[in-house]
């Protein structure tokens, strides 16, 4: 009866909570959205990413105005109209105005087959990141490539090699779906961003706590009888029911919201009992953790500094925010001990890899650990303070 | 209803006992008010009662049941209102009630009915729907009370029930705990206004260091301890009617000033006697305490303590 009681005074009280509805629901779903719709041109197997580029053709070749025609074919690459004189598109890409200069110095088409070439000059803006950087050279490279072989080929009669040959010798494909697609930024965006929002569930309930301690309610409702244990699952279960809101949301959000506004719609795999799992497990990790820090601190400031600082945190080395796999091996390892790690794999397991109860697994053990560890820290910390 | 022998209890890594040796008996029906300085060990005593702390050393009943080994047979019938406002601001004062009864166990069914009770007594029936952060000061003491009051306890601890309110918000506290009392509930009431627990407190008990430094009626510690006197005369007297002053033992004079730092009924006789037969009119005689607060700031002394 007191838990019920218990219970029901949570959600009342957090109906009431108007910064902290704001902090669990709109942020999440405001960064779902945002990272869906921005990531989307990334992820998208029939757009891909977009280099634009400068071309100055000092050389007026057929192998430069080859070269030329070749780039401006290649998917991904727009060429960008090149009316100033050459200082004057160099200071364009250092100001990152566009991302690549390519400049075909006279007598490149002439010297190509010498020993001592003509070389094509490419110079990036400094805002080009190393994986753009490195497709739009390989690119390059291949086109380049590919002329050196037409011209080496024609001394024996061959004109028009087969450049296309490649594409022939490689098939493509991605385990994410039979059919070839390749996964979405929403697929992406929502399990990551999700996870974020439900271990921010720690700032709402260790403010509501230390306000408990401070206003002398908590020691009310001790001189009521109430032990440990009852004030543990009066703040647990509730709370555990908010983050079961924020994934309904989360994913409403995704199937229906995001395809609204022009984004891919999210796919739920197909394991619903993997993703129910998941979703209860990492609830349990992120509450239990949320009450453990919620007994160690001492004040509202040290409650919200401590639970954002340490979502942040969490967050960057679970690769929330930054892929795990283009992290450095050491900071790999770090991320491994990160329970958003465990929540995002598992999450991914279930999206991306239709993973089932089994590939979730592991994941579900390692959160449903931290989680029993976080509230007999909790319960402990509890005792030691009754006592004091 | 509460019988506390040779209780000492210390706060870890604290220097001293906030509570040493203390002795106490409270008989059911009381009306008990426990005053001491800030720092005295009021409200440990309190925590210790309700089972918030566990003592160290010594023995303490609560309604019979031993304490902490009995410590919620206790809670159960007892009920603490905190100097804080110890209830939730965004719920309404209903909501409050209705949550406080809840973990109080008291069935579904009565509910509504201990709430009403609460309400009525406290004078809140017009609040019931509004929320408890928008209250006046006087009107979130009398919900703090109203939640102590839903387990209809046989003992109430109250700490300072009255702190910060204006007087008519006191005054109907005070005639609140009045009929709480007289209804048959034992209280223990902590304040600093010791008007208060003159006219409300039927027993007293002066608490410092961790120590009961006087415990009775109110009659019982105004007519106790060592009762100075004051006596001012209405001219100051001549050498012959000094002399025969001087000759009483203990006495001090200062100009037309007599005092003596301890003077029982027969050195009070003594002295009117003398005062007669050297013919000396008094203006003015202060014999004993005034009030409750020059007993306890005689046994508690003057020196500021936060």
Redesign the interface.
């Known amino acids: 009866?007191?838990l019920?009681?218990?219970i029901?005074?949570e959600l009342?009280?957090l109906r009431?909570?108007l910064h902290a509805l704001l902090l669990l629901f709109l942020m999440p779903t405001a960064f779902v959205l945002v990272m869906s719709l921005a990531l989307q041109g990334s992820f998208a197997s029939h757009q891909g990413v977009s280099l634009s580029y400068y071309l100055v053709d000092e050389d007026q070749s057929p192998a430069s105005r080859s070269l030329a025609t070749e780039l401006a074919a290649s998917p991904g690459l727009k060429l960008q109209d090149a009316a100033a004189p050459l200082d004057g598109l160099r200071e364009a890409v250092r100001a990152d105005k566009a991302q690549f200069l390519v400049r075909i110095p006279a007598g490149f088409g002439a010297a190509m087959m010498s020993r001592d070439p003509k070389p094509v000059e490419m110079q990036a803006g400094p805002g080009v990141e190393p994986p753009l950087y490195a497709l739009f050279a390989a690119r390059l490279k291949a086109i380049l490539g590919g002329l050196y072989l037409q011209q080496s080929l024609a001394p024996l009669g061959v004109s028009n090699p087969d450049l296309g040959v490649a594409d022939r010798l490689l098939q493509e494909g991605s385990f994410y779906s039979e059919g070839g697609e390749r996964p979405s930024s929403v697929q992406q965006s929502v399990p990551a961003w999700l996870l974020f929002a439900m271990f921010f569930i720690a700032v709402p309930l260790s403010t509501t706590w230390v306000q408990e301690r401070?206003?002398?309610?908590y020691?009310?409702?001790?001189?009521?009888?109430?032990g440990p244990a009852p004030l543990l699952l009066g703040k647990l279960l509730p709370y555990v029911m908010v983050n079961l809101v924020q994934v309904l949301l989360m994913l409403a959000v995704g199937l229906w919201l995001v395809p609204a506004l022009g984004g891919d719609r999210l796919t739920l795999g197909h394991a619903p009992g993997a993703l129910a799992l998941m979703a209860l497990t990492v609830s349990f990790a992120s509450v239990s953790y949320a009450l453990l820090v919620a007994n160690l601190v001492s004040s509202n400031d040290q409650a919200m500094i401590f639970t954002g600082v340490a979502n942040l945190l969490m967050a960057a080395v679970g690769g929330i925010m930054v892929p795990r796999f283009i992290m450095p091996a050491a900071m790999q390892a770090v991320s491994l001990w990160s329970p958003m790690a465990w929540g995002l794999e598992g999450f991914l397991d279930v999206f991306l890899r239709q993973g089932g109860v089994v590939m979730v697994a592991p994941q579900v053990l390692k959160l449903a650990l931290f989680g029993c560890a976080c509230l007999a820290f909790a319960a402990f910390s509890l005792r030691l303070r009754?006592?004091? | 209803m509460i019988d506390i022998q040779g209780l000492s209890f210390r706060?870890?890594r604290a220097e001293r006992d906030a509570i040493q040796g203390l002795s106490l008996k409270v008989r059911e029906g009381s009306l008990f008010g426990l005053l001491g300085p800030n720092g005295s060990g009021k409200t440990t005593l309190i925590?210790i009662l309700?089972?918030?702390?566990?003592p160290a050393a010594g023995r303490v009943r609560v309604a019979g049941h031993p304490m902490p080994a009995e410590?919620?047979a206790a809670?159960?019938l007892?009920?603490?209102v905190?100097?804080?406002?110890?209830?939730?601001p965004?719920?309404t004062v209903a909501?409050n009630l209705?949550?406080?009864?809840?973990?109080?166990?008291i069935?579904?069914v009565e509910r509504e009915g201990r709430v009403g009770e609460a309400v009525a007594i406290t004078g809140l029936e017009a609040f019931r729907q509004a929320r408890a952060e928008y209250l006046s000061g006087g009107l979130k003491r009398r919900l703090n009370l109203s939640?102590g009051l839903l387990?209809r306890p046989r003992l109430l601890f109250l700490d300072e029930p009255t702190v910060g309110i204006d007087p008519q918000s006191r005054q109907f506290i005070l005639e609140a705990i009045k009929h709480i009392n007289s209804a048959g509930a034992t209280v223990i009431y902590t304040s600093h206004y010791m008007e208060e627990v003159e006219v409300l407190c039927d027993e007293i008990g002066v608490l410092d260091n961790g120590r009961l430094l006087a415990h009775g009626s109110l009659q019982e510690l105004l007519d106790g301890g060592d009762r100075g006197l004051t006596v001012d005369l209405a001219a100051k007297p001549n050498l012959k009617q000094a002399k025969a002053l001087k000759a009483l033992e203990g006495l001090k004079l200062q100009g037309a000033r007599l005092s003596m730092a301890r003077c029982d009924d027969a050195e009070l006789k003594r002295l009117m006697k003398t005062l007669t037969a050297q013919r000396l009119a008094v203006s003015r005689i202060k014999h004993g305490y005034g009030n409750l607060e020059e007993v306890f700031l005689h046994l508690t002394g003057r020196q500021l303590r936060d």
């Open positions: 009866m007191a019920f009681s218990l029901r005074k009342l009280l009431r909570d401070a206003q002398g309610t020691a009310r409702l001790r001189s009521m009888g109430l009754h006592r004091k | 706060y870890p925590s309700t089972g918030l702390l566990t410590a919620r809670q159960t007892s009920a603490l905190p100097q804080d406002y110890a209830f939730y965004r719920l909501e209705r949550f406080f009864a809840g973990v109080c166990g069935p579904a939640i387990n």
